[in-house]
């Protein structure tokens, strides 16, 4: 089975068909990560039988089949010196427009420097879908900032993160790691739990076919839905079912 698409996807995605093949040896996996975009432009070339997404644009087909398999959560990173530990949307959409320039016009106060550092924006490329979600239930009709860093990949906003004390950034919330600081969007954090209910930035998962799934990809998706796939899912995300 071939599948490509959102970075996001790619650690439950390969946590799934370890799984799925040990239960079905003679099905093999190839998962290709890149952005939404990709995942989409390959199922329609028939390049793959799946497409990860975490955004579903409005173009896409009517006769393609989309199937939720998963809540996340965009998970708002800072460097562990970062004193601040939370952000109102409003604050969040503030940096990332470009309107607060320095960490204390959203009250984060850098004890060793009198004014605070400059603000620097990470954001994701174009075909992201983890950047699509943060444009639409963050930024509204504002911009992002064209002072914003663009990275190709949630691995590389955390990299470039865990070495800048001045930076911010978004990614899925199963790429946080212990090299950055998460911080509670209106009191809440990010978690499998809160991004069925409570998380104002939670988004769902999908598997996309362009056909009604059969055979070994029907098989696949049922496992991933699955009680046994869905405790898989739990690791990392919240629940579908």
């Given at each position: 089975?071939?599948?490509?698409?959102?970075?996001?996807?790619?650690?439950?995605?390969?946590?799934?068909?370890?799984?799925?093949?040990?239960?079905?040896?003679?099905?093999?996996?190839?998962?290709?990560?890149?952005?939404?975009?990709?995942?989409?432009?390959?199922?329609?070339?028939?390049?793959?039988?799946?497409?990860?997404?975490?955004?579903?644009?409005?173009?896409?087909?009517?006769?393609?089949?989309?199937?939720?398999?998963?809540?996340?959560?965009?998970?708002?990173?800072?460097?562990?010196?970062?004193?601040?530990?939370?952000?109102?949307?409003?604050?969040?959409?503030?940096?990332?427009?470009?309107?607060?320039?320095?960490?204390?016009?959203?009250?984060?106060?850098?004890?060793?420097?009198?004014?605070?550092?400059?603000?620097?924006?990470?954001?994701?490329?174009?075909?992201?879908?983890?950047?699509?979600?943060?444009?639409q239930q963050v930024m509204g009709n504002e911009r992002v900032t064209f002072n914003a860093l663009v990275m190709p990949t949630s691995q590389a906003v955390v990299d470039y993160i865990a070495e800048h004390e001045n930076a911010i950034g978004y990614v899925s919330m199963a790429w946080a790691d212990d090299r950055v600081k998460v911080l509670r969007?209106?009191?809440?954090?990010?978690?499998?739990?809160?991004?069925?209910?409570?998380?104002?930035?939670?988004?769902?998962?999908?598997?996309?076919?362009?056909?009604?799934?059969?055979?070994?990809?029907?098989?696949?998706?049922?496992?991933?839905?699955?009680?046994?796939?869905?405790?898989?899912?739990?690791?990392?995300?919240?629940?579908?079912?």
């Open positions: 089975l071939r599948l490509a698409g959102a970075t996001s996807l790619v650690l439950l995605l390969e946590d799934l068909s370890q799984a799925f093949s040990a239960q079905h040896p003679n099905i093999a996996f190839e998962i290709q990560d890149g952005n939404t975009a990709l995942g989409l432009d390959l199922l329609a070339k028939g390049g793959v039988e799946l497409a990860a997404v975490s955004w579903l644009p409005s173009d896409l087909p009517v006769a393609w089949v989309t199937t939720p398999i998963a809540w996340d959560g965009l998970a708002i990173i800072v460097h562990p010196s970062n004193p601040l530990e939370e952000l109102t949307i409003l604050q969040l959409r503030r940096i990332f427009a470009g309107w607060a320039f320095r960490w204390q016009e959203v009250g984060a106060f850098f004890a060793a420097n009198e004014n605070s550092p400059t603000i620097q924006v990470i954001s994701r490329e174009d075909g992201s879908g983890t950047r699509a979600v943060f444009e969007i209106e009191g809440i954090s990010p978690a499998p739990q809160t991004v069925r209910s409570g998380y104002h930035l939670a988004y769902p998962l999908y598997l996309v076919t362009r056909d009604q799934p059969i055979g070994s990809v029907k098989a696949f998706l049922d496992f991933v839905l699955s009680p046994a796939g869905q405790s898989i899912v739990s690791r990392r995300y919240g629940r579908i079912r």
